[in-house]
């Protein structure tokens, strides 16, 4: 199989910490590879040594063939990286920046520009080329952020928790740039504490929690190892919630989980709805939502780690981000 990115028992340790304990990662060529986790879980950390900015003590790593330690030279000349925090010199304007990135990497300046009024017309920055970066929103320093690292034109692309702070708006428009990206060839590692954007984004999933993989698997195949399903009832009327969550509780054997009016509980066994719908009919209750769905990304997660995604920053984390 054709790997743009393969890892290999990747090892790190600050002082008495372990950031990564032993990592595998494989991420196919023209896919998006999601490497989920709360912060601290050691993502920064892996996205640092496959852009060779770290060494790990032990395992080894390859990019588009090359060793990242070897090799780091050619890996450079192949890869593009996005950081958590924008790094485009504010007090430059949008065009200023990656005219300026394109003469750093010795592209002669007619190139430079050519390739800059490009990326600008991208990422629908064009209005704002003129603009010195200060004055841009938070999308759009993330836009142009990304559109730097897409100067040399990537084989692979390392987007790490790139739309952190953004908008829903913004957020959506980096997700469509991330398709379009991927639909022209290039690869992506994408991490991210966001559920929902490893399951709109991602190919194949690494769950990274504690410095180590986890699970590994497409979305679906995630999903499908929770073993349920969760089963959510919203009453016409609030009133009737009391009624709803003791009913669901009797016939799940399980303490369900109320949200503002709906009841939610898991269950293995589709049986469960009708049970539930004839139930709820005996205590003369009337019912707005009723459903049985797949499992999110966010029950898989939990199942597997035992806490949400969104978990409070390690010291770790924060030195290495």
Not at 136 to 165: C, H, I, K, N
Not at 290 to 314: C, I, K, N, Q, Y
Request: aromatic share 2%.
């Amino acid at each position: 199989m054709n790997h743009a990115v393969l890892a290999e028992g990747l090892a790190k340790r600050f002082g008495e910490t372990t950031a990564l304990d032993g990592v595998d990662l494989a991420a196919r060529t023209g896919t998006v590879l999601g490497l989920l986790g709360p912060n601290g879980a050691g993502k920064t950390t892996a996205v640092r040594i496959l852009t060779t900015l770290l060494t790990p003590d032990s395992g080894h790593a390859r990019v588009c063939g090359h060793d990242v330690v070897r090799d780091a030279h050619q890996v450079r000349q192949l890869i593009g990286l996005t950081g958590q925090n924008a790094s485009v010199d504010e007090m430059l304007t949008g065009a200023e920046n990656l005219l300026l990135i394109g003469r750093l990497l010795g592209h002669p300046r007619a190139q430079a520009k050519s390739r800059a009024r490009e990326l600008l017309a991208q990422f629908d920055l064009t209005d704002a080329a003129s603009r010195a970066a200060k004055t841009y929103s938070g999308g759009m320093r993330r836009r142009l952020d990304l559109a730097a690292s897409l100067v040399s034109r990537p084989r692979v692309l390392f987007l790490d928790e790139p739309t952190t702070g953004l908008d829903p708006r913004s957020r959506l428009g980096m997700w469509q740039i991330v398709r379009d990206l991927v639909a022209d060839g290039v690869t992506v590692l994408l991490t991210t504490q966001y559920l929902e954007e490893a399951d709109q984004l991602a190919d194949e999933i690494a769950v990274v929690d504690h410095g180590r993989v986890i699970a590994t698997g497409t979305p679906a195949e995630l999903k499908a190892r929770t073993g349920a399903q969760p089963l959510v009832v919203r009453p016409a009327d609030p009133a009737d919630l009391p009624v709803v969550v003791s009913v669901v509780r009797d016939l799940a054997g399980s303490e369900p989980t109320v949200a503002g009016s709906s009841v939610t509980v898991s269950v293995t066994d589709p049986a469960l709805l009708p049970a539930v719908v004839r139930g709820l009919d005996d205590a003369r209750v009337l019912i707005a939502e009723l459903a049985l769905r797949d499992a999110s990304l966010d029950e898989v997660f939990l199942g597997l780690t035992g806490h949400r995604p969104a978990a409070a920053e390690t010291d770790l984390e924060r030195t290495s981000a």
